[in-house]
T-cell receptor
């Protein structure tokens, strides 16, 4: 079965603390993994994709094929990071046909 | 630099009413998608169109119909709205080839009373 699991509904941290949002997946084949972010009542924006291996807004994510995970990390959280984060995957030639996790709401307190 | 544009942004319907959500993209993308977003369930694919002239069901198609009017436009129709269709609806587009990324519209917040 193709599935993305984000075990935490809500993650609350203080400003300056490290953040890790967990994502595990199940997929037969080699998927592409994404992190999308949705700030309050705005459209979803792409934050990271695993094939680009870049750092956006201080966030990084490494694909671990052995553990089928794609956890999102940031060493020092900022208040403006407060948002809903979605992990998603797609297959080759299916770039927009995404399977989403349930989402994790990140709350960064001052 | 519009990207993906959806109309309307908000809508309240009575049970049994019909309506069409409009979506247009200006990125010359082949593929377009409709998702619904519900709390605790993430986004789920309703219908998609891999290319102009084709449409396919996604995970939750019941109660919806779609039309790929041309390469730019992809509409979602609710023929007889039900309270269970209260949700936020997102349209998205992608090149559809290789590992392409998706671009999303700003969403339509629909309430069925």
């Amino acid at each position: 079965a193709q599935r993305v699991t984000q075990p935490e509904k809500l993650l609350s941290v203080f400003k300056g603390a490290p953040v890790e949002l967990k994502c595990n997946y199940s997929y037969s084949g080699s998927p592409e993994l994404f992190w999308y972010v949705q700030y309050s009542r705005q459209r979803l924006q792409l934050l990271l994709r695993h094939i680009s291996r870049e750092s956006i807004k201080g966030f990084t994510a490494d694909l671990n094929k052995g553990e089928t995970s794609f956890h999102l990390k940031k060493p020092f959280a900022q208040e403006e990071d407060s948002a809903m984060y979605y992990c998603a995957l797609s297959g080759y030639n299916q770039g927009g046909k995404l399977i989403f996790g349930q989402g994790t709401e990140l709350s960064v307190k001052p | 630099n519009a990207g993906v544009t959806q109309t309307p942004k908000f809508q309240v319907l009575k049970t049994g009413q019909s309506m069409t959500l409009q979506c247009a993209q200006d990125m010359n993308h082949n593929s377009m998608y409709w998702y619904r977003q519900d709390p605790g369930m993430g986004l789920r694919l309703i219908y998609y169109s891999a290319s102009e002239g084709t449409t396919d069901k996604g995970e939750v198609p019941n109660g919806y119909n779609v039309s790929r009017l041309n390469k730019r436009e992809f509409s979602l129709r609710l023929e007889s709205a039900a309270p269970s269709q209260t949700s936020v609806y997102f349209c998205a587009s992608s090149a559809g080839q290789g590992f392409g990324m998706a671009f999303f519209g700003q969403g339509t917040r629909l309430t069925v009373v």
